[in-house]
């Protein structure tokens, strides 16, 4: 869904227990995203490499 996405702008997934292997997996998803504007993993367990994806 994300990588075909052409109408979502803002994605708020905080507070979600998203760990570092899942934001490495929307990192993959949003890699040719140019719709998205604003993504907030805030609150969250995402570790630095979670954050270098």
């Known amino acids: 869904m994300l990588r075909t996405n052409k109408t979502i ?4 997934l905080h507070s979600n227990q998203i760990t570092t292997n899942g934001a490495q ?7 040719r995203n140019t719709v998205l504007k604003e993504l907030d ?8 490499k979670g954050v270098e994806a």
């Open 9 to 12: 702008e803002i994605l708020r």
């Open 41 to 48: 993993l805030s609150n969250n367990k995402i570790r630095d």
């Open 25 to 31: 997996s929307i990192a993959k998803a949003l890699a």
